[in-house]
DNA sequence: GCCTCGCCGTACACAAGTGTATGGTAGAGT
DNA sequence: ACTCTACCATACACTTGTGTACGGCGAGGC
């Protein structure tokens, strides 16, 4: 256990706040991201997170960063694992069926949503999506070409993919199974 | 000038309310949305705003009033009119071409992505979004029928199709005219 | 010429959140 | 045992926002 504090049952450590904060902006957006409320969520005052973090903004770059790790994680890691016993098409089956319909996708899903209005007036937090989106679609697009499309139609396809996968978490569609195997069809198949 | 107030110049009613509060959220989300700074906003004091509203919960319900219109309009009003003159395709290739190139139609993303993250934890808001994701989708469908598609291939397609106008306002890319231009090719080719 | 009424400003009490300064405490080191 | 240090609580001053009560003011009706 190489973690920054040592020991003990209610020490926190910053990781421990980031998590809390994602909690919070995943049912309020950037904006619920308070520090007292998050406080009296990890039981604690707020004595505790002055002395972790600066300030607020402290916290929002802290939560980008592990965003920018966790959301390029979510991508590879997630999907590779089983390694070279799948094939592109596993994959980006593997992709189309994980979001969001776990609870904890869920959470995942409105924290895209919440990082991406916070995006729209933070520059930082647009630099770190402009990035992610990037990272993903490269992604999808080297999985599509390994699948056997050329360059240029697996750039098209993977913005169609990429864009399918968002929705699920913007839209309010009744049927999301349905949905799902549509959308297998028309990608993969 | 049919107007609810009928005439001075610092005479604000309802609908300058909303439309400030619209800006608002555009910039910040629902929770931007507050009494005073919309006051500061409009020039007047909060005096007025308790005069219209009852209190900031009765903004947010004419808030979704407003948008539940304004957004089944987006897609009917905009698109079809020249009438009669033009082709299902010609529709949809208007509707891929509207979105979100203008600073009005970046504010339209903006708020399509604050409606969304509100609708996450408020049920009226979901309820309204849910209503206008159907409309739209029926909307499509039907375009694409009239386009040639089976009814099937048509609900299929329409999902990408929305799917692709959302992922606009959600994704950070960096070149949008490529991608509108690969997205009329692929969807409509 | 008053009076009502729609519309807004002002003032108040209250709540929630930020940051800071300072004090307390348990554990490890020596 | 003494101290140092990481971690947290407490108390304070400040800011921002909500809702409410009340007062003012100009435009029409009678």
Redesign the interface.
Known sequence: MSETSPSGATNLDVAAWVEAAFDAMA???I??VRVDPLAKRLGVTRGSFYWHFADRDALYLAMLKHWREGASYLVYARVERGADSKSPAERLDTLLSLPYSSPRSARAA?IE??V??W???DKRA?KA??HI??VR?DYFQKLLMQHGLDKDQA???A??F???L??EA?????NRDQ?RV??R??LLG
Do not use: C, H, I
């Open positions: 049912e309020g957006g904006d619920a409105a949503l919440g991406r209005l995006a729209r007036r647009a999506v402009r989106d990037r679609m750039r098209k396809r913005f169609l990429y864009a399918a968002m929705a913007l839209l309010f569609v009744d949905t549509d959308l069809e028309a």
